[in-house]
């Protein structure tokens, strides 16, 4: 199942910089994996923003669950999910 997902990032402004190094090494390292894996197709930076849009491939609403509350950072982030369905104009399906 795909699913199109928001994430914003809001880490506390007076984080102590090793922390947040450490946290942000975590996460690319977390996302990369499932990127690997095939799980995470599209990852894109909003322009300007701490935040990304991303597409994930998961088999159900568990594993979604499961992926993203394992972020290092899934406790600094505010998470928007949008299940996808098959649209029926596509021609390549
Ligand atoms: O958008 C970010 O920087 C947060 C994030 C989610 C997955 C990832 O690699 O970074």
């Keep these: 199942m795909l699913y199109h997902i928001r994430m914003d990032v809001n880490l506390p402004a007076d984080m102590d910089p ?33 935040a990304n849009v991303s597409v994930v491939d998961v088999a159900d609403h568990d594993e979604l669950h499961a ?11 505010d998470i928007e999910v ?3 369905a098959v649209h029926p104009n596509k021609i390549d399906q």
Aim: proline content about 6%.
């Design 18 to 50: 090793e922390v947040r190094a450490d946290l942000l090494a975590r996460e690319r390292a977390y996302s990369q994996k499932a990127q690997r894996e095939g799980r995470w197709p599209h990852l894109w930076r909003v322009a300007g923003e701490f």
């Design 67 to 77: 992926l993203l509350s394992g972020l290092p950072l899934f406790a600094y982030m």
């Design 82 to 84: 949008t299940p996808l």
